[in-house]
């Protein structure tokens, strides 16, 4: 056992390179940790490593038998010293080789023993943490083998934290380590640059409908992405580290949240430009690129990205508490620990943490994600404003010339008997192009949201979302082993279209009241008329299946009566809707502007 520590000439690139007295298995070990060509060319690092454990495991038995017979009355403090010889050295090779091995690997192990092109720096320490901890069990179980309880306790469990060790420097940093893998992957997944290309004034409405379907899937990419940090961290680290995860993932999502805001800003620029004839067929400018952004939102929103991923951690976090508890507590009991049990042993502040965070978890108001919760808002009321600017910017166009319309102002023609009734009056060219854009609203919103959704289900493997992309066989992508890949919520086309037609016509129709109420003087003439242009948007809007607003019933109700019963009738309502025991439709902002445009004092 003495031959461990010969002295060796010494490598600046890491440890002492391999002397040729030492253990072949040790020297296996060294010599290809510190060599020039790694991850090791022999295959994938995992197999290498399932290798190179189990020579060692062969040499500390042959050298326990050794001492077993030669000297037994000193085999357990020899085998105890020569062990901890061996295990220093390889974990300050390994940790060397650890730190060397790049972001993105050529060949790894997927995690099943199966290799992977392009597996990533977490993924293959996922894979060495496994077989490491594979290495600590065999060592338990040749140490029980071949002494039984006579070997010493604490003996032992310095010898299991001493072949742990080599991971156990990336634990602790496994949340930086995560959130380095997060910002390389979400950038595949959504460029940063991609929002400057978006608001190009060269860019075509067909180069921002392009970009954007490009996108499509990229919510679901970014949710597996997440999903996939979460279980790799679980099975690393023990759940040890689901806070900083946690606060990691948070950072990371509301960056990715945050580049999809600014896809709806930049996307906002393109608005003010002059498409020409754009809205050719009733259909609005841009309608396509907005209603992407619709369905991105959606997805954001929905349980594609925010509420998985927050219940994911949520199960993590309430997972690793009892389990860590537990394992601390065998830890102080002198049973033999794992991992995670000798690291919460020695970091009982850090449990702590781990345990109030789960108690907080029963309050519904407590938050995992909160600057992610804070962007989502963000995304969706810039989409919202966007989008809605869009919808109606034909109906302001039309309706903007409502207050200086003559037509309000017409007095009764000489020698007629009454002025004309507002049921004989056909609404004005102004309205009823209102009102053929809005009928046919619901079709350009349906071809529109159908090919959003048809993008993003075409994109739907970017990132990967089926039960492959979580790196471990047949789990799921929320590290649960379903057997089978997990279905993908489909985009409700019809809920959104039903959705954003109730929010363009209502605020229509808010649009056009306002227009109302801006006009000066209305007389009962152009009262009649104004009551059959309200009259008919409000029938327009019921085609529709949305409620019309009290102000436009208001005007359908009040505009076309006589100046004696307008008073009388408008007086009564306005004290009717005063009193808070009395449910009426009339709006009394749309009747007092009305009074003044029709210049009549109510009561």
Known sequence: ?????????????????????????????VGVATSSAWPPPQGPLPVWLAQAHSGLLALIRAEAGWCGRVLPSHAHTLLAVFMASVLALVRQSLKVAYDRLPQQSSTSSSGGGGTRHGATKVAILQAAAAETSKFAQ??????????????????????????????????????????????????????????????????????????????????????????????????VTGGSEVKAVAEALDSQLSTFVGRLTALARALEQQAGRNWGDAREGGVPPLLGCWMQMVVLAWEVGSSALLARVDASIRASLATSASTLQAAAARAKAEVLPDAPGLR??????????????????????????????????????????????????????????????????????????????????????????????????????????????????????????????????????????????????????????????????????????KAIAQVPHVTQQ???????????????????????????????????????????AASGAAAASDSAHEDTQVELTALRALSTARKIRLS
Not at 3 to 21: E, F, H, R, V
Not at 147 to 174: I, M, N, T, Y
């Open 526 to 568: 152009g009262g009649a008329q104004l009551a059959a242009d309200a009259e008919y948007f409000c029938n327009v809007m019921s085609a529709l299946h949305v409620v019309p607003p009290p102000s436009l019933l208001t005007i359908q109700a009040f505009a076309a009566l006589p100046d004696d019963q307008f008073k009388e």
């Open 344 to 513: 919460m042993a020695a970091k009982p502040q850090q449990l702590q943490q781990i345990l109030q965070l789960a108690a907080s978890m029963a309050d519904a108001r407590s938050q995992l994600l909160p600057k992610t919760t804070a962007q989502v808002v963000e995304l969706g009321d810039a989409v919202h404003a966007g989008a809605l600017e869009v919808l109606l910017a034909h109906v302001k166009e039309s309706v903007q010339v409502v207050p200086s319309m003559p037509e309000w102002a017409k007095q009764e023609e000489p020698g007629s008997v009454a002025p004309m009734p507002s049921f004989s009056a056909a609404p004005l060219p102004y309205i009823t192009v209102v009102g053929e854009y809005l009928m046919l609203l619901p079709h350009h919103l349906m071809d529109a949201l159908a090919a959003a959704a048809a993008s993003a289900q075409a994109n739907i493997g970017k990132g990967g979302s089926k039960s492959e992309a979580a790196g471990d066989g047949g789990a799921g992508e929320d590290g649960t082993h379903t057997g089978a890949a997990e279905e993908e919520e489909e985009v409700d086309v019809e809920g959104l279209a039903a959705q954003w037609l109730d929010i363009t016509v209502t605020a229509a129709a808010n649009v056009y009241a």
């Open 138 to 235: 065999g060592i338990s179980g040749l140490l029980d083998s071949c002494f039984g309880p006579a070997f010493d306790a604490q003996a032992k469990r310095q010898l299991l934290s001493a072949a742990l060790q080599p991971l156990e420097d990336w634990v602790s940093r496994w949340a930086e380590l995560e959130s380095a893998q997060l910002a390389t992957d979400m950038d595949a997944v959504l460029p940063v640059d991609l929002s400057q290309k978006l608001c190009a004034p060269e860019a075509s409405t067909e180069d921002m409908e392009s970009l954007l379907q490009s996108v499509g899937g990229g919510v679901r990419a970014a949710r597996t992405l997440a999903l996939q940090a979460i279980h790799r961290s679980e099975s």
């Open 1 to 29: 056992s003495s031959s461990s520590g010969s002295s060796s000439t010494a490598n600046p690139t890491g440890p002492p390179a391999p002397p040729s007295t030492m253990p072949p298995a040790v020297r296996g070990v």
